[in-house]
């Protein structure tokens, strides 16, 4: 399984950015997907997952109201709407597959950097 992540870039706060991840490979609707962030200095962090089939979504308590993440099974894809961005929303972030409803991400895309300025 392989992800590519794509749609980073610089804007500016209270801007807003959507990110992809293309998933290749496996049975895409088998899949569990999220998404990830890792800050300079920081671990990487939970942003938001959904399931199978895009019906149940969740997500990191700070971003809940300006993020959406939705799916395509159809296009294999995965994408993180991101509204009313922060400087502190700056970092790479990950798309990562979950088997089915399994807990455990088993694989990561290359990340995409996110930079948000003030």
């Known amino acids: 399984v392989q992800l590519q992540a794509s749609g980073g870039g610089l804007v500016q706060a209270g801007g807003s950015l959507r990110l992809s991840c293309k998933v290749s490979?496996?049975?895409?609707?088998?899949?569990?997907m999220a998404w990830f962030r890792q800050a300079p200095g920081k671990e990487r962090e939970f942003v938001a997952d959904i399931n199978m089939s895009g019906d149940s979504p969740y997500y990191e308590d700070s971003v809940k109201g300006r993020f959406t993440i939705s799916r395509d099974n159809a296009e294999n894809t995965v994408d993180l709407q991101m509204n009313s961005l922060r400087p502190e929303d700056t970092a790479i972030y990950y798309c990562?597959?979950?088997?089915?409803?399994?807990?455990?991400?088993?694989?990561w895309g290359q990340g995409t950097l996110v930079t948000v300025s003030s």
């Open positions: 990562a597959v979950r088997r089915g409803t399994g807990s455990t991400y088993n694989y």
């Open positions: 490979g496996g049975t895409f609707s088998s899949y569990g």
